[in-house]
């Protein structure tokens, strides 16, 4: 069954650094473009950050640009999110989601993990 | 940035009623957008993409039509387990961009 298992969020102070991981499954992960799209508490989707199917390519928000980094191993099947210098508008549930397609960079997400709650706060 | 608004920000309708959200980009996106469901606590379902296709197992009675910069996405007959909010989003180019969110409530 194809899935995608977050992990790694918690509550961490501003200024401090959290890696966010996120476990695919069932399907090849090395030919699928991957995202991180995020919700703050009570407001819409944002996207995050994207890794190109051959790691060619990342592409961040302005938002979170020069903060975070966006990795993959794919020994391990999982995808990374490596937050930096965060702030408390970073606080949001974190999400990973899969393009439809194969290789396809920009396409709609159909599987989504279940997100994984980060809090910045003293 | 391509910018999406979506509205209304949120409708209550009775069921059985046609439900009709709008999503306008703030550029010529051709057919890069994308509706998506999502209910309290969970993560977002993709329901149409490519502006009118209906992802598999999604039932019918969603559906989804425009091009260019406005389009529509309609719930032909509400039912109770349609109570959610519906995001639009567009593709065409990064930053991947959502309107605001429509919540959708049983009268």
């Known amino acids: 069954q194809v899935q995608l298992v977050e992990s790694g969020g918690g509550v961490v102070q501003p200024g401090r650094s959290l890696r966010l991981s996120c476990a695919a499954s069932?399907?090849?992960?090395?030919?699928?473009?991957m995202h991180w799209v995020r919700q703050a508490p009570g407001k819409g989707l944002e996207w995050v950050a994207f890794?190109?199917?051959?790691?060619?390519?990342?592409y961040y928000a302005d938002s979170v640009g020069g903060r975070f980094t966006i990795s993959r191993d794919v020994s391990k099947n999982t995808l990374y999110l490596q937050m930096n210098s965060l702030r408390a508008e970073d606080t949001a549930v974190y999400y990973c989601?899969?393009?439809?397609?194969?290789?396809?960079?920009?396409?709609?997400?159909?599987?989504w993990g279940q997100g994984t709650m980060v809090t910045v706060s003293s | 940035d391509i910018q999406m608004t979506q509205s209304p920000s949120s409708l209550s309708a009775s069921v059985g009623d046609r439900v009709t959200i709008t999503c306008q980009a703030s550029?010529?996106?051709?057919?890069?957008l994308n509706w998506y469901q999502q209910k309290p606590g969970k993560a977002p379902k993709l329901l149409i993409y490519?502006?009118?296709n209906l992802e598999t197992g999604v039932p019918s009675r969603f559906s989804g039509s425009g091009s260019g910069t406005d389009f529509t996405f309609t719930i032909r007959s509400l039912q109770p387990e349609d109570i959610a909010t519906y995001y639009c989003?567009?593709?065409?180019?990064?930053?991947?961009?959502f309107g605001g969110g429509t919540k959708v409530e049983i009268k």
């Open positions: 890794f190109s199917y051959d790691g060619s390519n990342k």
């Open positions: 490519d502006a009118s």
């Open positions: 989003q567009q593709y065409d180019n990064v930053p991947l961009t």
């Open positions: 550029q010529d996106i051709t057919n890069y």
């Open positions: 989601a899969r393009p439809r397609e194969v290789a396809d960079s920009w396409d709609a997400f159909d599987i």
């Open positions: 069932g399907f090849t992960f090395s030919t699928y473009a």
